[in-house]
């Protein structure tokens, strides 16, 4: 058994996973993560989600420890995506006891997912619905699209905690730790936390503001996501950067330089322009976007005020690890950064035209000139150009 000690009478029954290599069968996981489940445990016992079915060993084990023999009264179901529901027909079969608390859309997901192998007399709650279990009283509150429509979070008027489903939570595992004051946040989880939210929830950022604004009218003394660190001090930390994230706001005034080059001749410009931009005093990070994974340079576009992209042309088009990631900036609603572009082409350079074009999908992007067109190599003449860019790039 591994279970953690969340307050007084709430135990954290969850579990780490550090094999898996890609989230959602897409998003690489360099630090694991953790599948949060908790167990309140008062005069009825309640299980806040499930878990995903790579760790369901680990979690019937820490659940069937922090009952200590007592029966399961109710588990509540804030997220039928399967990294946390995939384990609630196990769940059922194990404790026929147990009621299902859920709302009417989670009810149907129910039956999408698991067809005949459940069979549920569910508890259907909705918004502001209390749910009493002893000591402890829970309300619901939908958060539709954060990120799936069947989404819920629960408010524990009792102990003041809010279960955030998905939202406030990150990649990487809990390595002893559980809460995000005993680690040092900024430097180990942030950037794994920013990368979780653009990537996953990026899209909707206007249900994360409804959600923020509900919220904001409870008192709210600790935040239980399903992945990653629970809060218990700094809020105003986490919840300022879900203000940031949510509205499309950069974090910090800083420069993203991305580039896709086939030979290192546009990686040298994109180099180039960095080391003009670090002269000038602005924090830069450069990236190379056939080793580093669109879904960790989305995250730091959504971090940054400004980004250089830099692409060759292939094929006559744009080269594609640079359209991965535009598509994925449109996908999850990037806007209003300052952009500069540098393209390549050693015949037909493309790439620009098509960057510019995939950016105009975006809102509020604005590109600054000039466009620098590079023909296989930067040319000595075109050095005035560059400095020219990086000028007007950072210009207020
Ligand atoms: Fe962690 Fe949307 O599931």
Redesign the pocket.
Known sequence: MNTKQVCKDIVWVGADDRRLALFENVYPLPNGVS?NSYLILDTKTVLMDAADASVADVFFENIEGALNGRKLDYVVVQ?M?P??SATLAMLLKKHSETVVVCNAKTETMIHQFFGSDVTISPQIVKEGDVLQTGNHALQFMMAPMV??PE?MMTYDQTSKILFS??AF?SFGTLDGAIFADEVNFEEQYLDEARRYYAN?VGKYGMPVQTVLKKAAGLDIQMICP??GLVWRKDLGFLLDKYQHWSTYQPEEKAVVVAYASMYGNTGHVAEKIAEKLDAKGWPVRVYDLSKTGRDFVLGEVFRASHVVLAAATHDGGLFEPMEYLLREMIAHGVQGRKVALVENGSWAPMAAKQMQTLLESMKDMQVVQPVISVKSALAPAQEAEVDSLVENLIAE
Do not use: N, Q
């Open positions: 599948y997220h995506e990294d946390h990120h799936w989404v489903a998905d939570g996953i399903l992945h």
